[in-house]
């Protein structure tokens, strides 16, 4: 696993790629980087040990100023870098990036999908959500999908709020939440 630090805006990011058994590079982690927090505090590091036996010696953290494009993870995370400094700047709403979902039970992963069809600027209730993964009552089953999202920026859990208008939560923290619905238009 190659593992590096990111910022968003006034935030950090902890971005993990890997090489898949196909020899594809897939991101395994793209999510918020508490203060103070190293790569390590990350909430994947744990259960990517787990799932796929590692070690702390598989994961190799590189500065994002030293990673290199001849390199499949690391070419993929340089173009993470990428995509989503363009989305922070505005100039891009989607980001098209190969994702690994495999530690993701079948619901989860199903709710990870539908959240990637929930546009640029739109905002949906986490009731909406398990409509549209055909679990109508399941709505407090997506919120904890939606907490378990190892992607947070990339598959937009932040754009799901409570159906009263509220934010509901957010892995990242709230303020979070409010900096990336703002970013798109749909928060004032």
Known sequence: ??????????????????????????????????????WHSS???????????????DFTFIDKNSLSMNEPAQALLIETIFQLKDYADGKRKTLDLPLDFSMGTEFQQRVWQALQG????????YATLAQRVNSPKGFRAVAQANGKNPFSIIVPCHRVIASDGKLGGYTGGLDKKEYLLALEGSWT
Do not use: C
């Open 118 to 125: 929930i546009e640029y600027g739109e905002t949906i209730s």
């Open 43 to 57: 909430k994947s590091v744990p259960k990517l040990k787990k799932y796929y036996g590692l070690t702390d010696e």
């Open 1 to 38: 696993m190659i593992v590096t630090t990111a910022a968003f805006g006034s935030h950090r990011l902890t971005l993990i790629a890997r090489v898949n058994e196909h020899g594809q590079p897939m991101l395994v982690e793209a999510n918020w980087l508490l203060a103070g927090n190293s």
